[in-house]
């Protein structure tokens, strides 16, 4: 009877959000064609109210692996073509309200990331909103860690984990959305940590390559926005990782800090601008390797004598002057013998002036010479990290280059 019901059942004929949630409950697999009669149909709070009444039917099928699927795919199908985050917010804020929530998150999770679809043609645009629903869904375990560590208690922990291993298993994968999901997501879970296992991971497997994708669209009039506020965010969380991080951030700027001198001093003004209204506890190792790669990057132009980039390096470097390590970083800078002697002696003068920030900016034969209209990033509104995932995901380096 149940078969018969679902054979007669179809999304293509549903008028109305009952019908929605009826076929939720037949368990018919919602396709990537459907959706469009989906969408036609249920309005903005009523395809909220579908998959909130989906999560509920989600962990009720916790033991049913076939209809859980099915309904896993289906859901995915909807974030997939939709660009609300609240949709998402709200199927996941249901998931974690069940009474069954641990089991259903540990389910959903596997689903989401290792069961095939229907629908072969759109598997990669699939894959990719699952990533992004998992890394969510990690996000917001980890906040009620913070505000109720008591809600979940040990068991967040293990979920946390549970995800962890299962997002650093698709982390070889070419998607550009993917990585930079995985790029945030364990940029923020390990924010603060001295062992960054998952992230000095990634960073290792596709650092360089995501880091060159955000630069070249960083120089990109059309999509330099929202490149900026990526980089903004989780440039703190790479300034934090190990070594070998470090290398990659500096061998990609190094290229791009000759290449576009004057776009990359206006991203450093900015870097600089963000991490010190960073709250300084939070941010103190972040502060203490960008002031070690300002360093380096000085020494570059250095070589090059590019004095106006010199300039603006420096003066990002005086910016960060009460800082602990600053007259030690500095110092080591201003002993540097293959430093040429127009940079070092302003670098001493630097490490010797209560104001370090009014020396570069006297500095004779360092001032710029060029008048008129300072160039500028263009501004947007602030957008949340989702939508920069997915715009800057889906860019062509080719054609942003």
Known sequence: MMDQMKDEASWKTMSSLE?????????VLLTWKDFKVLRKVLKDEELVDLV???ASRLSERVESRLPAEILTESL???????????VLEAFLQEVLNQPNRIATCSMLVELALTADVSDADKADEIFSIAVALVCELGTMIRQMQISEPEELGTQGQKLLDHISTYLLSVSNSSDNCIRLSLLHYFGSLEKGKTHKVGFNRIMGRFGHTVLEHLFVLLFNKKT??????YLLENVPYILEADDHAQTILQET???YLLKKPERFALFVQALSAHILSLP?????QCRKTFMQHLALLTKKV??????ELGRQLLSALAGFQGEPFFREIVGRLAKDLTLRDSFRSLVVKMHDASNSGNVVGDAEGFRSSKRGRRPSFQKSGKTRIMYQIRFLGQQSVQKAG
């Open 280 to 284: 300084e506890e939070d941010s103190r």
């Open 19 to 27: 019908d929605a949630t009826h076929l939720v409950d037949l368990g």
């Open 76 to 86: 995915l199908i909807i974030f997939a073509n939709i660009q609300e985050e609240n």
């Open 224 to 229: 330099e926005s929202v490149a900026l506020q």
């Open 253 to 255: 700027w190094k290229h």
């Open 302 to 307: 250095a070589e090059v004598d590019h004095k």
């Open 52 to 54: 909130v009444y989906a």
